[in-house]
Every structure is written in structure tokens, then in C-alpha cells.
């Protein structure tokens, strides 16, 4: 398991924008590669990055397990991905929201 960002401090009132290039999509179970067993109620989740280029392969696949507490905020993160592809900025708190859950929960 990776720890990359673990240490990034992230608040309510940080900001983010979707990238042009990457695409989150929810991965089925049947076509999961991975071995290891998923907690209860939890799913699988693919960033890719620099999806669709010349070889209409990603540079970059990045596995994400979303535990129960953030299906909704996944959702909607995969929701408004295409529709908000622009500059515009979203917050944290704006996921939070979406999820129904507290902040202490998420981070």
C-alpha cells in the first residue's frame, strides 16, 4: 500500500480542479486484478492519467479502494468529471458534502 501524499494537509476549504487529462471510473469487480480482498461495501476505483493518447492507453493507472464512508463523494467526483473539465475549482468541502460524512472520517 502506498503512502504517497500521506503527509499533503488537506482542510475543508482546499481547492481542486479536474484535470483534462485523467478519467476516474469505477472498475467492475469481475475484471479487478488484484488479489487482495476488498473490506465490506467498498469498491474499486481506476484514475487514469493521460488516457486516451496515441496508443489510447494510460501513461498512468492508478488503483483506488473507496471504502463505504466515501462511495458517495466518489460518485460524485466521477459524476461531474467530464461536465466540470474546465478551470473551475471545486472545494474539499463540496466532497465532503456529497459524501455525508464528517471530516474526521476522511482525514
Do not use: Y
Request: charged share 25%; net charge positive.
Amino acid at each position: 500500500r502506498s503512502r504517497l501524499g500521506h503527509q499533503l494537509q488537506v482542510s475543508q476549504s482546499s481547492c481542486f480542479r479536474f484535470s483534462q487529462l485523467c478519467a476516474l471510473v469505477e472498475l467492475p469487480e469481475d475484471l479487478s486484478d488484484s488479489e487482495e480482498e476488498l473490506p465490506q461495501s467498498s469498491k474499486r476505483f481506476v484514475l487514469h492519467a493521460n488516457f486516451g493518447n496515441e496508443d489510447v492507453s494510460s501513461w498512468l493507472r492508478v488503483l483506488l479502494v473507496a471504502p463505504k464512508n466515501l462511495l458517495l463523494a466518489m460518485s460524485w467526483l466521477q459524476t461531474r468529471q467530464l461536465s466540470k473539465r474546465s478551470t473551475k475549482k471545486f472545494k474539499a468541502k463540496e466532497v465532503l458534502t456529497a459524501s455525508k460524512t464528517i471530516w474526521s472520517n476522511v482525514c
